[in-house]
């Protein structure tokens, strides 16, 4: 039986046929995004945003708008869109690259960041994949300048080339200047070849063993979160809340993933109660050997089957600090590792052959990074401080980002029609419990 990265590119042969540089393949990780967006009534998309506060009346937007267009025609994924053509989800190449760079004005009463979520409430699927915003918030005299990806074209890895080049294109001595051509059809080709790779690699993943080894290892999962419901959502709230905190680093350097894995465990027993069995996504993985680092070709979302039972954890690591994880959560994660190549769509499917009533929905997502990847914007020599803008709609049940460097940021947003405020921050406590270092003298 064909592999169902086989079968997609089947259909996306026969419906490209010499289109090849107008439509192009999306690989797993990707169709990912399209499957979610496809579920949701709305039709929303899943959008990357980065916010930058810049001092008050240093933009000059229109040489925003060219660099931004600079910088869209030097990457087929910033340039395109995504959707569904005749059944088959694929990138739609347009002729002429083009970017969005709009400046919102505030209604009567609103504040730049209810601009900014309004903005983004009304992000249309049908437009390019990379947008900027720029607010004018009077009252800090700050200038907000928002970048905002859409995820199915753009991963957590690919940000901070983003800001590095944007930033470039705007310092530009001829910033009017467009992309040469040979430029833009040589990212084109490599980006081609890169997805391709990519998908050859998924085909080959797709083995009989490994799905039989994803199916046994995700049977238990079900979506344990309750439905959401808008009543939830207390009167004139935003639809997620969010916590924050800063801990210190560990002796031994950052805590490992299998680490985080069973502090994440702390947090689901909060949420979802004990005895449960809870599907944690996060992004892993790596381009094709050989391929070129183009932006747009990226992770894929592995699924981790969390145990909030009393006896599956936390194991030594975030119980006593060292950030190390127990040995039957590494061990499994490492044995999750040498099939991280299966697509998600793939992984869904082998799971409900076994019986599985679980449909692919993910009750909590976990990204990792190092602050040594996240450069901060710079527009001729002016450097934008980082900021959040809260209160934006979340697409799983709580997301947590974990920041590792001199110090551990932690972050997390919850979608408030499924977890209460009061639950959630019990939930997030745990978890920063669960990472504290051991030693008794840090408070």
Not at 278 to 301: K, S
Not at 436 to 441: A, E, G, K, M, Q
Request: charged share 25%; proline share 9%; hydrophobic share 40%.
């Amino acid at each position: 039986m064909l592999s169902i990265t086989s079968q997609y590119l089947a259909r996306y042969r026969r419906l490209a046929g010499d289109r090849s540089d107008t439509l192009l393949p999306l690989t797993g990780a990707q169709r990912r995004f399209v499957l979610v967006r496809s579920l949701d009534p709305s039709g929303r998309p899943d959008l990357v945003p980065m916010f930058f506060a810049f001092p008050y009346g240093t933009i000059d937007p229109e040489r925003l708008r060219t660099a931004a267009r600079r910088l869209a025609a030097r990457h087929t994924a910033l340039r395109s869109r995504v959707g569904v053509v005749r059944g088959t989800p694929v990138l739609s190449v347009p002729a002429d690259p083009d970017a969005v760079v709009t400046r919102p004005d505030l209604l009567p009463g609103e504040s730049p960041a209810d601009a900014i979520r309004r903005a983004l409430a009304s992000w249309d699927a049908q437009g390019p994949a990379m947008r900027i915003l720029l607010v004018s918030d009077e009252e800090r005299e700050d200038d907000i300048l928002a970048v905002v990806l859409d995820h199915a074209a753009c991963d957590g890895r690919s940000l901070a080339r983003i800001v590095d080049e944007l930033g470039a294109a705007y310092d530009e001595d001829d910033p009017a200047a467009p992309a040469a051509p040979e430029e833009t059809h040589a990212e084109l080709a490599a980006y081609r070849d890169a997805v391709l790779g990519q998908l050859a690699a998924e085909d080959r993943a797709e083995t009989p063993e490994a799905a039989a080894y994803w199916a046994d290892r995700l049977r238990a999962l079900d979506t344990h979160a309750p439905a959401p419901s808008p009543a939830r959502v207390p009167e004139g709230a935003r639809p997620s809340g969010a916590a924050q905190a800063r801990l210190p680093a560990h002796d031994g350097g950052g805590v490992s993933f299998p680490g985080l894995l069973d502090a994440c465990r702390s947090a689901t027993r909060e949420l979802y109660g004990t005895d449960r069995t809870v599907p944690l996504g996060y992004p892993w993985g790596g381009r094709p050997t050989g391929a070129e680092p183009v932006i747009g070709c990226f992770l894929n979302t592995l699924v981790f089957p969390v145990g909030t039972g009393r006896g599956s954890g936390p194991g030594p690591g975030p119980g006593t600090g060292t950030g190390t994880g127990s040995e039957g959560t590494a061990d499994a994660w490492w044995d999750d590792l040498d099939r991280a190549d299966v697509p998600f769509d793939a992984v869904v499917t082998a799971v409900r052959s076994a019986g599985s009533r679980w449909t692919g929905g993910l009750d909590g997502l976990l990204t990792v990074d190092d602050d040594t990847r996240r450069p901060p914007l710079k527009l001729a020599g002016v450097e934008g401080r980082e900021i959040h803008v809260d209160g934006r709609p979340v697409r799983a049940p709580f997301a947590l980002s974990v920041t590792q460097g001199a110090e551990i940021r932690l972050r997390m947003v919850w979608d408030r029609a499924v977890l209460d405020d009061e639950t959630a921050h019990r939930a997030f406590d745990a978890l920063t419990h669960a990472l504290r270092p051991s030693d008794p003298t840090v408070r």
